[in-house]
């Protein structure tokens, strides 16, 4: 679960990608949902089944005593197990991380502004990382792939057996003008990633290196826009899957009277005249029956907008 705990940030990266909707603004979002009470937090975590929880922002750490509020929280909820790490792009010192360790932080990522990271051996970033690492929190830092000398960041990093995260940059509707005023271009007409942000990861020697490419959040992203047009589209009885699709059964023929002698509610059906939408799982109990009329009975898999695309049709 991804828990955006304050669209406020004091930083001003031109790469920023926060939407205008949550940019500057005290809100909270789990995913998708807005969270006014700890109960929007535990329901959407529930509900995706979450192993754990990014805690991001705008900068976290802004709020912080929200964010042990969260730790908390989700830590007396779902257990130890669930692992939840935090973005910052600030240095917190002893005391923060302390409270946050307590709480029971299992990794931070920090995120060092551009004109830090060259020299952030001799910055307070360096103690900050130093000491969340002593303190047995599992340590990084993530930014952007971008040109810089890595040097003083790898180095670092092997100290304390951190791990670098890169993430190809990317054009977004937020950082546009920015990226173009410093002469940034897209790959090409139909990708966000940035040209030559790949190479900047590709050059880089580190064993815990890892990066995270325009195309995959592309995938990632898609599949979250698909849960929350599902979480609107879906009728009574489809059932929304973890990729945001929606799979019902379907039954073509004259059944109607079928569903209504064998006791099917009418909220668990939709007839389309000459074809009736089910929930799959009393199109597969039944089928049988169906099958005796004449009809032909399938489950379906499709994309969750209007008409969307059959991703699979099983014949029952
Ligand atoms: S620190 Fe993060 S939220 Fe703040 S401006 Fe930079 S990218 Fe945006």
Redesign the pocket.
Known sequence: MVLFVTGV?G???F????SNERRGKDKIFANERLVNRDEDLIEEAISMDALGTGIT???PLLRLDRVVHYINLLKNKFGKSHHIHLYT?LAPNKEVLESLRRAGLDEIRF?P?RNILQNIGRTYYRVSIIEAHKMGILTGIEIPAITFDFSGVISLLKEVDGFLNVNELEFSETNLAELKKLGYLPVNDTSCAALGSKEVAESLDFEKLHFCSSRFKDAVQLRERFKRIAKKSARYFDEITDDGTLVYGVIQGDCVHLLEELGVHKEMFADKHGTVDTAWWIARNLAGEFKKIGCKVSVIERYPMKNGLVVEMTPL
């Open positions: 940030c930083k001003n990266c790469y920023c990608p926060v922002g705008g900068e792009a995120h502004p």
